[in-house]
């Protein structure tokens, strides 16, 4: 079946470490982004890419980096410049243009 | 900020009876797009409404957009214990980058 997988599903990270999360899809589509979760908010725009070895930066792109080597894949690397990491990550994939997104089931980051 | 917001923030209703949920929307759209997460979950899309449509259809859902009013409606019919979920509205820019600005959602409990 086609779709997005993230792992991990929970994710303990103590202050000062990077981690990274994972993300892959297998639906073919060209665009992929990374949102970040607070509890009872909405989504928030991390980074996206519209092509391989490309991204640009979304609303609240500080504290995190992202690469896209591959088109099935676009890792999410948790710095620790970012001062306030503990939320729910989700990742969501597009073909380009006009068209709905499709979700992981997202990664829980604590910061402990 | 580029963000919608719904109303209302958290409903609640009998099985049986139709949910109604609100989306209003600052900027002008190329369309909206609603989304249903499960908690914990990733988002799912539901339905998806050009800038030159008024309503669609899908099954249970019915969509209404007004882009004088810059707002969205999101009708659920007949509603079952499991339509239980947060429900988003996404708006895509006209800009044409191909991002989706997401509101704070409206909690739906729906009770047996």
């Known amino acids: 079946d086609g779709g997005i997988t993230q792992s991990p599903k929970y994710l303990f990270r103590k202050e000062g470490q990077n981690v990274t999360l994972s993300c892959e899809q297998n639906l073919n589509h060209d665009a992929m982004y990374w949102y970040r979760q607070d509890p009872g908010q909405g989504l928030r725009l991390i980074y996206y890419?519209?092509?391989?070895?490309?991204?640009q930066k979304g609303d609240i792109a500080e504290g995190y980096s992202v690469s896209r080597e591959k088109k099935e894949s676009f890792p999410l690397t948790v710095t620790s410049a970012q001062k306030n990491p503990t939320a729910f990550y989700l990742c969501?994939?597009?073909?380009?243009?006009?068209?709905?997104?499709?979700f992981g089931s997202g990664t829980r980051l604590t910061v402990v | 900020s580029q963000q919608g917001e719904e109303d209302p923030q958290a409903l609640s209703i009998q099985e049986g009876e139709n949910a109604t949920m609100n989306c209003s929307y600052k900027t002008s759209i190329n369309n909206l797009q609603w989304y249903r997460q499960n908690s914990g979950r990733g988002l799912v899309h539901l339905i998806l409404i050009r800038s030159n449509e008024r309503e669609k259809h899908s099954g249970r859902l019915r969509v209404t957009l007004d882009t004088s009013k810059k707002s969205s409606s999101l009708l659920i019919t007949a509603s079952r214990a499991a339509d239980t979920a947060s429900y988003f509205c996404?708006?895509?820019?006209?800009?044409?980058?191909?991002?989706?600005?997401f509101g704070t959602g409206t909690r739906l409990t729906v009770i047996p």
């Open positions: 890419s519209q092509i391989v070895n490309d991204f």
């Open positions: 969501a994939s597009s073909q380009n243009g006009e068209g709905g997104y499709t």
């Open positions: 996404a708006t895509a820019p006209q800009t044409g980058a191909n991002n989706l600005f």
